[in-house]
């Protein structure tokens, strides 16, 4: 699939080009790729914002190291922002029975301060999402718009019992009430996704179910 400035066919998942503003919410474009409809490969304009949310525990981690290449079609750096990456980095310097509540807000500092970093470098970027913070969707947004740039979605809809699992398999769960937050926010984003009713700012949105993610091979920023 290539994201471009015009598919006639609907079959695009962006409605932006090369350093194209980001559509308003009512003309975004969405792709739902549910249902035996998954596509090899995903492409989207270099320079672009792809925002990667799911459950804890959906797979949004090992699908960003699996499928996205270090480099984009200018040859630029893809940042990969992963709020677990920033978690790890702490862990290795901190006591191994340190309970992560104790330093969750250094971690989401670090991870902030990567996505502040990633923006700044004006270059291709994917980024860790769990669906909940919405204010941080509104900030990539407006940054995104102010530099020229888009933002797209990229919505893992995965049932909860899955989602449980791939917290039991990292061997790090969410609490109930958290997860219930979670599973909430996660529901209305894909609920007004596809009603065509995107968060302001946002260009696109894909949708897949675990079926997409698993024929999912590539997701690239190369120009048109």
Do not use: N
């Not at 932006?16 to 919410?25: E, N, S, Y």
């Not at 940042?79 to 969750?104: A, F, H, I, K, T």
């Not at 809809?157 to 791939?166: H, M, N």
């Amino acid at each position: 699939m290539r994201a471009g400035r015009d598919d006639p066919d609907g079959r695009d998942a962006s409605g932006t080009g090369d350093g194209a503003a980001p559509r308003p919410a009512g003309r975004a474009r969405v792709l739902d790729l549910r249902g035996g409809a998954g596509r090899a490969e995903l492409r989207f304009p270099p320079g672009d914002l792809l925002i990667v949310s799911g459950l804890p525990g959906s797979g949004k981690s090992t699908l960003i190291r699996r499928v996205v290449p270090p480099l984009d079609g200018r040859a630029g750096l893809v940042w990969c922002v992963d709020s677990q990456d920033s978690r790890e980095r702490l862990e290795r310097r901190l006591p191994g029975r340190l309970p992560y509540g104790l330093y969750r807000p250094f971690a989401r500092l670090a991870h902030y301060a990567a996505l502040r970093r990633a923006l700044r470098s004006g270059s291709s970027a994917v980024i860790h999402d769990c669906g909940e913070r919405g204010w941080v969707r509104r900030w990539l947004a407006r940054d995104a718009r102010r530099r020229g740039r888009a933002v797209h979605l990229l919505l893992l809809d995965v049932a909860p019992g899955t989602a449980l699992a791939g917290q039991a398999a990292r061997g790090r769960r969410v609490s109930p009430r958290a997860f219930g937050r979670h599973r909430g926010a996660m529901a209305r984003l894909v609920t007004e996704a596809t009603a065509g009713r995107l968060p302001w700012g946002t260009a696109s949105a894909v949708v897949l179910d675990r079926g997409a993610v698993d024929v999912l091979r590539r997701v690239g920023f190369e120009g048109e």
